[in-house]
């Protein structure tokens, strides 16, 4: 994907060492599964860049919060903070909570709590059979468009830290005929302006000539904030096109004329939506990675297909978002060469077939990482 290297160079990330530690929070359901199956091949690929990576297990996930409490410790958190260079996660959520409050505490409190406002989002078609769209009639090759499917390439800036998912509000009369619950959805000038400034960025270093902001100024006044703080970043990057979509119309192009996007931005609840519609779009949640960043701070990475429990132990979880994930991980650590490699040796895989059911495949979990590593240079 070569997605984040040019835009965050000069941060800690970049620093020459070849030596990473890696904090790894597996999680609960297909997690540990997916995890485990994608370490070899991260490492493999790092080896080829003369990187070390050294992984710290932390038994953080709902085993964990069922047995003592806890989600996410002080201790844990301050040596999260201080003393990695990286978290890689698996998945949280687990029908023994059903509340979902060791997630909620996990994910979003590290998201918060280290002021990880970017939630990066690539989304690419690594192959045109597992376009949603190419036995409609609207699928026909477009112009760009590589042999019979569509070119889909763009990537989503969501805004990771304010919106309706802070949490805020009230709820008075429940379980009556009268209850009423009100959320509140914060955004703020300062946390709108960078999350733009970096879509823009990230668009300016890797040659794109057009962002994409959506929002729905037009039923929710406050979003009108995104639209002044919008065209107020775009006048310094003239040389990049900024378009505005009201959300609705964004999701209806996106299906219609996926390959028109580039770079996508926008609030945390829509950026939620369109992200897994664009997963979607080129083969489903079992090859969407994803990237928490605040440029200078380790980041927390993670495939974005939840925990599925049904699948749990029955060896057909796809590990490809996983080591896609770790290949956005590498290339936030700085690492010149082993980003590609984890990238073109999946795309190689989905090429050849070897895939997991949920792909159209019929490959373990296991089989399915053992190719990808298999034709990772050694």
Known sequence: M?????????????????????????????????????????ERAAAHDGATLTWEHLPLGAEHYLETGETL???TFDHLQHHVDAIMLGALGDPRVPDNAHARDILLGLRRRLDLYINFR???????????????????????????????????????????????????????????QIAEEVHTAPNVTRILTAAFGWARAHGCTRVTMADKANAIPMHRLWQRMFDQVGKDFTDIEHEHRYV?????ELVRSPERFQVIVTNNLFGDILSDLGAGLVGGLGVAPSANLHPGRPGLFEPVHGSAPT????GTANPMAAILTGALMLEQLGLPTAPKLLDDAVEQAVAAGVTT?????TASTAAVAEWIKGHLPG
């Open 2 to 42: 070569a997605v984040l290297r040019r835009l965050w160079r000069g941060t800690r990330s970049q620093i020459l060492t070849r030596a990473h530690r890696i904090a790894v929070i597996a999680g609960d359901g297909i997690g540990p599964e997916v995890v485990a199956a994608a370490i070899p091949s991260i």
């Open 73 to 75: 410790p002080d201790a």
């Open 122 to 180: 690539p989304i690419r078609l690594l192959h045109p059979r597992l376009c949603a769209l190419t036995s409609a009639p609207c699928a026909a090759p477009q112009p760009g468009a590589d042999g019979d499917g569509r070119h889909i390439d763009f990537v989503i800036f969501r805004e990771n830290t304010e919106g309706a998912y802070l949490g805020r509000g009230t709820a008075r009369d429940v379980g009556t005929p009268h209850e009423e």
């Open 248 to 252: 609705d119309a964004l999701a209806m």
């Open 311 to 314: 699948l749990v132990g029955t």
């Open 357 to 361: 059911p949920d792909i159209g495949g």
